[in-house]
């Protein structure tokens, strides 16, 4: 069993409240030095100065995508200009990355020359700061994969690949890739929805087939656990962590397909299954409350302490377990109501 700890006032919250303010002087040296660069560019100063600091703007993005803290940050607080600067400048870092992954790969015995890349996002999380990147491998349906001219698995490339992108990475920006997140993903990874109407902004349920809702409900799962079992965060931020987590399946996914169905059976003029349906949304619009301000609004960690409590109460389960509870309630929607 996985959980996450229970939070002991004292040593948690003071570490918690450290590495917030840690991650907001980071953010105010960037902003600080991406102001100097946009005043030295406006002013029409080239050369040795503005290298330098581009360079440092380069340095701290890194700092930033490697910190939690940071990033939340960024992405909860920041107006949506910031957002566009940082994602701009994380761009520029990343591509400075590919040509030492390419090679990475290289040296592994795969031939690169056809190999593409795509950045993964959740439609609904338009242009904010990611707090994790995913990189997706193009594969068509007679895509494959030779590893010292011998096939290999999706699996065992996806294995390789993440080692080139964490030597890579770590060589170029001397930052972790683990650190920041970063995954190179197949069609195998174990967070990739195999529904891709799962990744769109206005997902269309109504052909979705029972056992893809079943494996998003495996997925929800393990991205809980991924973000309970990440060793930088502490037992606040692990429940910070969770409850991001929560918020977006619950604001994307669950919510959204538990009012397909409501309609769906309204259509077919079955109040009774209606009205059990909006007792379950009502459930886990009480949740959502919660897991929203927890995930998105606060930094306070007797806050975060005191909903978390609540979320324990309103679904009668361990804290770790509410997500079993709204994948249970997912999949069900899927067998069930169709």
């Not at 560019?41 to 503005?50: A, I, K, M």
């Not at 490697?66 to 400048?89: D, G, M, Q, R």
């Not at 799962?198 to 269309?204: A, G, H, M, S």
């Amino acid at each position: 069993n996985w959980r996450t700890p229970q939070i002991q006032p004292g040593f948690a919250d003071a570490q918690y409240t450290a590495r917030m303010d840690q991650g907001r002087n980071l953010v105010g040296q960037w902003q600080d030095t991406q102001f100097k660069l946009a005043a030295a560019r406006s002013s029409g100063v080239e050369g040795g100065h503005v290298d330098e600091l581009q360079r440092q703007v380069e340095a701290l993005v890194g700092q930033i995508n490697a910190s939690y803290e940071a990033k939340w940050l960024l992405k909860h607080t920041a107006p949506p200009h910031v957002h566009t600067i940082f994602n701009k400048e994380l761009e520029r870092v990343y591509d400075s990355v590919m040509p030492e992954f390419l090679r990475n790969l290289e040296a592994m015995g795969y031939d690169t020359s056809k190999f593409s890349f795509k950045p993964m996002r959740n439609a609904a999380s338009g242009g904010s700061v990611g707090m994790d990147f995913d990189l997706a491998l193009n594969e068509g349906e007679s895509f494959e994969l030779v590893k010292n001219g011998q096939p290999v698995n999706r699996h065992t490339f996806q294995v390789d690949a993440q080692q080139a992108q964490n030597t890579a990475y770590q060589a170029v920006t001397g930052q972790s890739a683990i650190a920041s997140d970063i995954h190179i993903t197949t069609s195998m990874h174990v967070e990739a929805f195999s529904e891709q109407a799962l990744l769109e902004q206005n997902i269309d349920f109504t052909n979705m087939h029972p056992a893809r809702v079943q494996q998003a409900g495996d997925v929800f799962r393990t991205k809980v656990q991924m973000s309970m079992n990440a060793a930088q965060h502490n037992a606040v931020l692990q429940t910070q962590a969770v409850s991001r987590d929560l918020e977006k399946e619950l604001r994307t996914k669950v919510v959204p397909f538990i009012d397909s169905r409501i309609h769906q059976e309204a259509l077919r003029g079955n109040h009774t299954n209606v009205t059990k349906l909006q007792q379950i949304r009502a459930h886990w619009q009480q949740v959502y409350t919660r897991v929203d301000q927890v995930g998105r609004q606060t930094t306070d960690p007797y806050e975060i302490r005191r909903l978390r409590q609540e979320l324990e109460m309103i679904t009668g389960t361990e804290f770790s377990e509410i997500v079993d509870q709204m994948a249970y309630h997912f999949e069900t929607l899927g067998k069930f109501f169709r």
